[in-house]
């Protein structure tokens, strides 16, 4: 199926499972969809089974946007204590399409928990509260990770009733965008279809000779080796290193197996220039579990605990890593156990699992320990073509794919088959009442303008980049107002966001004087006491607060402009 029908299928309201090989635009469509949805007022909510994968698609975790969390079974207590956080109900009852990308990982009883969990908050007997559901991904790729040995039966979410309810659409993609007609194309399909070949094989092993000119993602099928590889990237650090010890509370025979549990460390050892990847959902900073980046600095916070590691992460915001607490708790909500530390780890090299959904340029590999069906074809799948890959070891069962998916996918391609004889006008008709049905727009300039809102957040960004040239050129703010043909307090707001989401850029030239600095500063930190109406969407101390606290003597743009170097 191409993606044209796909998208014509999505817009229908249909449930749909949204399938196909490694590199045939999965994200793209639903991204293509989303863009949709926003076009037209749909309510959507945007999740993924792990947190890395919800990075790729600027979402959330199933399992948080749910509520399930971590849990193993819902009872009716556990479902009247999530009605009652208000959060958790508004964003559900709104929403009317729930998308969960990266399917595969997520276990069939968990899929059998949030089917619950939505029919008991929405007040809905129909197969996920009523709202349209959409899944995504691909089940020769990683299966979800389980503690004991189970079949395959017992864990894939294709066996769960939930999916059995829901009857989605099977729309299985064709056409192959990130691997071109290329040996590495053919040897993903051969594996995909369990016939690998030996000629196949033997191209892959030639590649530990590939040389590359940038350094190459290392991927590893066990923690164990990519700890060992972390530890001596760290050790290469001529930087000082700062330790970080964990804070145990509770009962010490259930903290012995809590620990065995987590993936955050005991004591966890950084340096500046450390890479590194969040271990907690923060939605409130827009961090996910998965989230990477890079040491910049250690500093205190507000309260001037610490000093915290500064992250600078991929989308060059700044963010301080101040602890994070872990616990199990009774069913009135107290901790039995807690751990406390700061949520990062090393992340020079990654595990096969964490790397799924992700598109490398250049990876090395060592699959000669890799210990379930899938890890092969997940980590080879990551590459454009064999060019970029580096493989320093495999072993059988890398090659090899689940027994189970493999008959599951055949059927998919079936049934995907037999949805795409009929035309796409069997669609089309529904596309206006399932706009409708979610509370959306079809009014054309409704959508014109929502359209226009869509784009001018795209822009934003160039902008900025035309601020930032001015600003490298050595210009000064009003010289940089005159030449953009913007009031002066826009560009203050320019300077501002840079420091935000540019934060290479040099700013220090428009520092407002040490004085006023010193007493917006005293301010801000008084009113950064927790109540929530002190602070703005963006996280910050609202700006009035500052403004009549001087007594109106300051204008808004300067006190943006301070807003620039605070923590900065």
């Given amino acids: 199926m191409f993606q044209e029908k796909a998208l014509s299928i999505l817009k229908s309201g249909k449930n749909v499972f949204l399938t196909g090989s490694a ?114 991904g691909d089940f020769f790729q990683l299966p979800p990770v ?30 192959q965008y990130r691997q071109t007609k290329n040996e590495l194309n053919t040897i993903l399909n051969q594996i995909r279809a369990n016939e690998i070949d030996e000629p196949a094989v033997q191209l892959l092993q ?29 050790a290469e650090l001529s930087e000082e290193p700062w330790e970080f010890f964990a804070i145990k509370k509770g009962n010490q025979k259930m903290m012995e197996s809590f620990v065995k549990s987590l993936i955050v460390q005991d004591k966890l050892v950084l340096k500046k220039g450390a890479k ?3 271990l907690k959902n923060n939605h409130e900073r827009a961090i996910m579990n998965g989230t990477l980046g890079v040491i910049v600095d250690f500093k205190k916070d507000a309260e001037e605990n610490g000093p915290f590691p500064l992250v600078q992460l991929m989308d060059k915001r700044k963010v301080l890593a101040t602890p994070d607490v872990w ?76 027994s189970l998916a493999l008959k599951a996918d055949q059927r998919f391609q079936e049934l995907s088959q037999e949805v795409d004889l009929l035309p796409e006008t069997d669609f089309e008709k529904d596309w206006e009442s399932h706009i409708l049905a979610s509370g959306g727009t079809t009014n054309p300039s409704e959508i014109k303008k929502n359209k226009a ?8 960004i160039n902008t900025y980049q035309q601020t930032i040239e001015l600003i490298k050129a050595g210009k000064s703010l009003q010289e940089i107002s005159s030449e953009r043909g913007m009031a002066l307090t826009t560009i203050q707001g320019h300077i501002l966001k840079i420091s935000d989401d540019f934060p290479d850029v040099d700013i220090q030239a428009y520092k407002p004087d040490d004085v006023l600095m010193d007493r917006i500063i005293q301010i801000y930190q008084e009113a950064d006491n927790g109540k929530e109406d002190n602070y703005s969407p963006d996280g910050r101390i609202k700006s009035s607060i500052i403004f009549n606290a001087l007594d109106g003597k300051i204008d808004y743009g300067t006190i943006k402009l301070a807003y620039a170097y605070i923590d900065a």
């Fill in 206 to 234: 030639e590649t530990r000779f590939n040389q590359h000119t940038i350094e190459p993602t290392k991927l590893y099928a066990h923690n164990a080796d990519v700890d060992a590889m972390n530890e001596k990237e760290l």
């Fill in 23 to 136: 590199g045939t635009g999965k994200t793209y469509t639903l991204n293509t969809y989303i863009q949709w949805l926003k076009e037209h007022k749909v309510p959507v909510a945007i999740t993924a089974s792990t947190g890395i994968a919800a990075t790729h698609m600027n979402g959330t975790t199933i399992h948080s946007w749910s509520g399930i969390g971590v849990k193993e079974s819902l009872s009716h207590s556990d479902l009247k204590s999530m009605q009652g956080k208000q959060y958790l109900t508004k964003n559900i009852t709104k929403t009317h399409v729930l998308i969960i990308d990266e399917i595969s990982m997520l276990h069939k009883n968990q899929l059998d928990m949030i089917n619950q969990s939505l029919k008991y908050l929405r007040n809905s007997a129909q197969p996920f509260g009523g709202m349209q559901v959409v899944f995504a």
């Fill in 327 to 402: 616990s199990i708790n009774n069913e009135k909500g107290t901790p039995l156990v807690s751990f406390e530390q700061v949520p990062l780890r090393l992340a020079w090299a990654i595990t096969v699992h964490k790397s799924q959904g992700m598109t490398l340029e250049a990876a090395e590999i060592d699959l000669g320990k890799a210990f379930e069906p899938g890890q092969g074809y997940v980590a080879l799948s990551r590459l454009k073509d064999l060019d970029g890959l580096k493989l320093l070891g495999i072993n059988r069962m890398a090659i090899e794919v689940d």
């Fill in 146 to 175: 389980s503690k004991e040995l189970v079949p395959s039966r017992e864990k894939f979410a294709f066996m769960s009733k939930a999916w059995v309810d829901a009857s989605p659409i099977v729309c299985y993609l064709t056409e």
């Fill in 276 to 278: 590194v990847m969040f």
């Fill in 453 to 460: 809102k869509i784009r001018a957040k795209e822009k934003k």
